[in-house]
């Protein structure tokens, strides 16, 4: 993504933020808990454990972005996005010359709201590749890399064509 194309997002999130004002819906979330194991049996140690199917909740950008390269995905080159609307905290990284956007929300009904909003705002416009999870989101450039960031981080993959 070019720096052009970076301050029309974020003119355009600043559109969003407008629109989501008094628009959030009421979702719930939660862990599911591990089954446990009915063999007697010694069952393999894995080497890592799954991401939270929901994509659990996060506190700070720069957590999406550390467990994003955890996790084999190495976003660099951060930087907060100024007064983000709709969000608490949104940021910008980049993964092999690809721009991702972090962002963490006061609610998972905020975050909720994230895609389709964005999904109107850029309608006819931009496809709209999002990551969701219970309080965050991660924009990719296209579906394939959203597809990698929910095998890190769990979660749901959002794609709305333009």
Not at 13 to 21: E, N, S
Not at 88 to 112: H, K, L, N, P, Q
């Amino acid at each position: 993504m070019t720096r052009t194309s970076a301050a029309i997002r974020d003119v355009l999130y600043a559109a969003l933020g407008v629109l989501l004002a008094g628009t959030l819906a009421a979702c719930s979330g939660g862990t599911q808990p591990a089954a446990a194991p009915t063999s007697s049996s010694p069952s393999p140690s894995p080497s890592k454990s799954a991401p939270p199917v929901d994509g659990g909740s996060l506190t700070s950008p720069l957590l999406l972005v550390d467990a994003l390269s955890k996790g084999g995905i190495n976003c660099t080159g951060y930087e907060a996005i100024a007064q983000p609307r709709g969000a608490v905290a949104r940021g910008s990284c980049y993964v092999s010359g690809e721009e991702y956007t972090v962002g963490i929300y006061a609610s998972a009904a905020d975050a909720r709201a994230q895609p389709d909003a964005e999904a109107e705002l850029l309608m006819g416009v931009a496809p709209v590749d999002l990551v969701l999870g219970q309080n965050w989101t991660v924009g990719c450039p296209d579906e394939p890399a959203c597809r990698k960031v929910a095998e890190v981080l769990g979660g749901e993959v959002f794609h709305e064509d333009a």
